[in-house]
């Protein structure tokens, strides 16, 4: 396949405070074989030779695994292919000729710090507020005192699957961020060494949750439909039986 | 400069006990009173940082991304390695303290791989007290499975995530001693200087990625916990933003920086497939179980894989190696695939890559099993290369993967400048010249969880916490000279882009300083290298602003770094006259073509001095003593 | 733990109540649909008897009445905040958006709940005003004086815009329930992936029986009358 020219219109904002707006770009000799970072790498080579600003956007290993790339493109986070983050999206998905309108997560918990990156550090706040079992380095048990049946640990590594993206709240309706939180106390639920502090940890992780400013879960499940890990949102359900269990027993 | 590694007396299994009762220990009142920076959130940063402010230290935790979640320990597959002999093997900590040794090509210290191979148990109990669903059987335990260069099985595992498990396991951790202010976070934040006073590491300089502004943190020790150099290369399976520069900052300050020249080629890595590619990604070691390596016979053969008859392909690895085969270790396989490529034998658009082949256990297993065992890896493959793995061979090639090498630490973890210590990748300690697979989650961990938290109490106890006053001339120096890199490099306006110069020194250095070295081409990169970084500083371009997020110039500072620390590897490689591990020297190999080890000459750690701009390093070796393991050369034939 | 009131409107517990009074709702619905049917017999005298036994509870009925005001005014309350919090949690929308697909359960009816909910809303206003508040005719039915309320629905039911008002709001009825039914099972953690798709399922019989009932008596007594 020869290479693509492709038409691209990018959010750009300067910095948290600054108003934003779409610029259109032209890349050309896309090759079908990069991946849709390696497409903005040159597009940013090519603006600093033209001495502009480059496009700012979050990544890192680029192997789907660190949840650092984001990126809304025509509409869908992580783009159109399902279980695939931006990094592991190549561009023979796409067609020469094609116009991809780009976009950062759109949340008023996850604010732009300049073009496509945004900050999502609520998500850290939410996992200090209880996303850990309480246990100090050293006291630790032998790790086979506690057998644990292979389903709930399959079941607890399928939450735990969770790479912090954020795509979840980028595609939800109303911003939610069930998904994520639900991944955290489904995962401790599931385990013995979570019951302890299980229904301290879904008040705990909830309020957090409810205090960043993310939207209600309507149950339209996009995020499910979006993860790069495909969690279920069988997790969201298990989230709200913590909590119900929480409300009426209390810690 | 004085190495003094500062390991105990004493039978090896008993070393590690006595030195912890010798250290001297804060008390618990007085912990409160000292500060302690981490710069990095890794494996070994993020369980250092809370392991400290468990035991009351108040930390300042640093690193580079938005979230400590991000560090690249969570790329790793694999597994971690522990001495638990759950699996009724034989296994024991002497056995993985010799594997260990043995897979380093016997350029580590005993006592550091036998502590490492002592606390191994302890991570593993730690990990599934925090709630990592480590894989189980049916019954309720542990699995293991096993990995190169042990007959045991010893390895943990969490699907193919195991180094996302167990980052997050330390993020979870870290983050309650958040919540608890015990530890105060900072992300998006790097590193650029580290500050001395009296010879001390007191703080360091930062820059906020966000804002741009640059900053002091002061603290009573530093930790270096930021990872290795792999990508010096350009190429590597480390992610986009691995680099060198906290450490090598720390080495321009006076830090020692040992076997700089000791890197590993993975050899299971999809090939790369043009100018654009920005990194390489790395498959499961485990393929080789079940593929068959091979390449045409005839060079240049331009026929799809399918369409070369049985008898114009060349299993060669198969046929050098007839009891190992495709199961050769990761160095030998890899240099292997580079003498057919090299040869004019590679497949593949770029002729540079090997096929490695299922059709054969597809035949025998049934396309079902082949599915089940590397269902993902084969997904993840033709994602990436759009090319059906059950039908057509895949194209693998080697890639750089880790770096052994790294800032010299004594057996404290603390380098020849008091107050500063490394861990996990960053430290050169517990895998001589060649990693062994699942070990590198193993000694992070370790660093972190069960040797800082001793050793650094012993420094603290005996330096009393002085205030440096913020208008101390150090710190203004410091400050002074972190603008003035940047000013310099925004200041140029040149033509290339950092990214061109990157991918130029990566070439020389894959060429020259990569799988196989000789004396020829390590001269020549000296002269490439030092000509690459004159033109970079005459021709290089940034995008503009340094007050703003501007990824482009982080980079550009990083690239900066490694065109400085490619040129002491090649140094490095060039001063050691032998082949060890994943160091390979032409001129030093056997009758049968094998890495020949010079034992009674380079058995030493190379530890590198910084003399000052354009003067060359000076090299301090620390002489390795072997007491309990029997020196052999290895051989797969 | 925060101190109950602030875990009751918490987003969880919210949606919860939300998902309890909507079922309660539904409930509701299918009993009044299964009473509206005998209007489809034609009798007249069967169908005042029927509504005659709710007006002749006395002071019960007020309190059926004020809990289903109240299931109602929790019901648009926690939608009406969902809603006001969605606009709070993104306020700038994207310039492009598209359905992911896959498992998705984002449909047409997933995303205008809060506008068919206020549509019904108005139109309950409505139907509330103009049947229950409206004329009073009286008929004499075994010898007792009741309301005749058969008589004031063929009247309405014989306007064809009063007749497409019902058709058309009792469509909307249909697709809130759509999504409203599974969602609701969803927003009280019963969901099992097992019983996902059949509940999923019955939530949409459930909005069809439910929407074809109500506007097919409208429609049928003005075709017949």
Redesign the interface.
């Given at each position: 396949m020869a290479d693509m020219t492709l038409t691209l219109k990018i959010w750009r904002q300067k910095d948290r405070k600054s108003p934003g707006k779409f610029v259109t770009y032209t890349v050309e000799n896309v090759s079908e074989h990069m991946s849709f970072l390696e497409m903005m790498d040159v597009l940013n080579e090519q603006l600093i030779k033209k001495g502009e600003d480059v496009v700012e956007f979050d990544n890192d290993c680029r192997e789907g695994i660190c949840g650092m790339c984001s990126l809304v493109i025509n509409g869908r986070p992580h783009g159109q292919e399902h279980g695939t983050a931006t990094c592991q999206l190549h561009m023979r998905k796409f067609k020469d000729g094609d116009i991809i309108v780009v976009e950062p997560w759109r949340a008023a918990a996850f604010p732009v710090l300049k073009d496509l990156a945004v900050d999502r550090t609520a998500f850290d706040r939410i996992m200090a507020a209880g996303g850990y079992t309480s246990i100090n380095v050293g006291g630790a048990q032998d790790a086979n005192a506690i057998p644990i049946a292979k389903r709930a640990s399959d079941e607890a590594m399928d939450a735990a699957s969770c790479i912090g993206c954020g795509a979840c709240v980028a595609a939800c309706p109303n911003a939610s961020a069930s998904l994520f939180v639900a991944a955290k106390i489904s995962q401790l639920a599931l385990l013995p060494q979570g019951q302890i502090e299980r229904r301290r940890r879904a008040a705990n992780m909830v309020a957090q949750m409810d205090k960043e400013g993310f939207g209600d879960c309507s149950n339209h499940a996009e995020c499910e439909a979006v993860c790069p890990k495909e969690i279920s949102i069988t997790h969201i359900a298990r989230m709200k039986r913590e909590y119900f269990k929480a409300m009426a027993l209390g810690e | 400069m004085k190495l003094d590694s500062k390991i105990p007396e004493g039978p090896l299994a008993e070393k590690w006990d006595k030195h912890r009762f010798k250290l001297k220990l804060v008390n618990p009142a007085n912990k409160r009173k000292y500060n302690i920076i981490v710069v990095g959130t890794g494996l070994a940063g993020a369980s250092a940082a809370a392991s400290l402010a468990e035991l009351g230290y108040h930390v300042k935790n640093f690193c580079i991304q938005d979230s400590p979640r991000r560090a690249h320990s969570i790329a790793a597959q694999g597994g971690i390695n522990a001495a638990k002999n759950y699996p009724n093997d034989g296994d024991s900590i002497w056995r993985l303290f010799y594997d260990t040794i043995k897979g380093g090509d016997y350029r580590s210290r005993e006592a550091n791989v036998y502590r490492l191979a002592q606390v191994s148990n302890n991570i593993i109990d730690q990990g599934v007290a925090q709630g990592i669903p480590f894989a189980r059987e049916y019954g309720g335990l542990l699995d293991n499975r096993s990995f190169g260069g042990a007959q045991v099985s010893r390895t943990f595992y969490a699907r193919g995530q195991t180094g996302q498990q167990l980052l997050l396991g330390a993020y979870s951790s870290l983050m309650r001693q958040v919540a608890k202010k015990q530890v105060q976070l900072i992300t998006r934040t790097e590193m650029l200087d580290l500050i001395l006073v009296d010879g001390k590491a007191v703080g360091i300089t930062t820059r906020n990625l966000i804002t741009g502004e640059i900053a002091t943190h002061m603290a009573d020790a530093v930790v270096i916990a930021t990872g290795g150099y792999g990508n010096v290369y350009y190429l590597s399976t480390n992610a986009k933003n691995s680099n060198a520069t906290a450490a090598w900052r720390c080495y321009k300050r006076g830090a020692a920086f040992a076997n700089p020249c000791f890197t590993q080629i993975h050899p299971t890595c999809i090939p790369f497939s043009g100018d654009y590619q920005s990194k390489l990604t790395l498959m499961s070691e485990s393929l080789r179980n079940d593929g068959r390596v091979w390449v045409p016979k005839k060079r240049g053969d331009d026929r799809a894989p399918n369409d070369i008859p049985e008898d114009e392909r060349d299993y060669y690895l198969e046929s050098r190696y007839p009891s190992f085969g495709n199961l050769v270790p990761r160095d030998v396989a890899s240099r292997n695939a580079k003498d057919v490529v090299d040869d004019g034998r590679g497949v593949g658009p770029s002729k540079v890559a090997v096929y490695l082949d299922f059709a054969d256990s597809i035949n025998r297993l049934g396309e079902n099993v082949i599915r089940e065992k590397y269902g993902n890896l084969f997904d993840m493959y033709e994602r990436i290369i759009d090319e059906n793995p059950y039908k057509t061979p895949m194209m693998i090639y080697p890639a750089v993967h880790y770096t052994m090498g790294g800032l010299w630490v004594d057996y404290n973890l603390m380098s020849n400048i008091p107050g500063l210590f490394v861990l996990g990748e960053a430290n050169f300690s517990d895998h001589g010249a060649n990693r062994l697979g699942a070990s590198a989650l193993m000694q992070g961990l370790a660093d972190g969880y069960f040797v800082i938290p001793y050793t650094i109490g012993d420094y603290l106890a005996t330096n009393k916490a002085t205030k440096v006053p913020s208008s101390h001339h150090a710190i203004e120096e410091s400050v002074a000279l972190v603008h003035d890199k940047m000013d310099k490099l925004l200041y140029i306006k040149g033509e290339k882009t950092s990214t061109e110069f990157h991918r130029e020194l990566g070439k020389i250095m894959w060429e020259y300083v990569g799988m196989a070295r000789d004396e020829a081409g390590l001269n020549k990169a000296l002269e490439e290298i030092p000509k690459l970084r004159d033109e970079f500083w005459q021709n290089v371009r940034v995008s503009s602003d340094k007050n703003l997020m501007n990824k482009d110039l982080e980079f550009t500072g990083r690239i900066a770094d490694f065109l400085e620390l490619g040129e002491l590897m090649a140094r490095d490689a060039l001063e050691r006259n032998e082949s060890c591990g994943g160091h390979f020297r032409l001129e030093s190999q056997t009758d049968e073509g094998e890495a020949k080890r010079k034992d009674d000459e380079y058995a030493f750690v190379s530890a590198w001095e910084y003399k000052g701009e354009g003067k060359k390093p000076a090299l301090h070796k620390e002489k390795l003593v072997f007491d309990n393991v029997e020196l052999t050369q290895r051989s797969y034939k | 733990?925060?101190a109950?009131p602030?875990?009751?409107w918490?987003?969880?517990?919210?949606?919860?109540l939300m998902a309890l009074t909507g079922l309660a709702l539904i409930g509701f619905l299918a009993v009044h649909l299964l009473g509206n049917l005998i209007l489809l017999t034609g009798n007249a005298d069967a169908f005042n008897l029927y509504s005659n036994i709710y007006a002749s509870m006395g002071s019960f009925l007020y309190v059926i009445e004020a809990g289903l005001v109240a299931f109602f005014l929790i019901h648009i309350v926690s939608g009406v905040?969902?809603a006001l919090?969605?606009m709070?949690?993104?306020?700038?929308?994207?310039?492009?958006?598209?359905?992911?697909?896959?498992?998705?359960?984002?449909t047409i009816s997933?995303?205008t709940?809060i506008y068919t909910g206020i549509i019904v809303l108005a139109f309950l206003v409505f139907h509330v005003t103009t049947l229950k508040y409206g004329a009073h005719y009286e008929t004499t039915i075994h010898g007792e004086k009741m309301r005749d309320l058969h008589k004031l629905i063929i009247e309405n039911f014989a306007q064809p815009g009063i007749v497409v008002t019902y058709v058309l709001t009792m469509l909307l009825l249909g697709f809130h329930l759509r999504?409203g039914f599974?969602?609701a099972f969803?927003?009280?953690?019963?969901?099992?992936?097992r019983l996902?798709g059949l509940i999923y399922t019955i939530g949409v019989l459930i909005a069809i029986i439910l929407a074809v009932g109500f506007l097919f008596i409208p429609l049928w007594i003005f075709l017949t009358a």
């Open positions: - | - | 733990m925060p109950l602030t875990s009751l918490s987003s969880v517990a919210r949606k919860a905040t969902v919090g969605k709070k949690a993104r306020p700038v929308s994207y310039e492009k958006t598209a359905n992911a697909g896959g498992p998705s359960r984002k997933s995303t709940m999504h599974w969602s969803q927003s009280l953690g019963a969901l099992q992936p996902s």
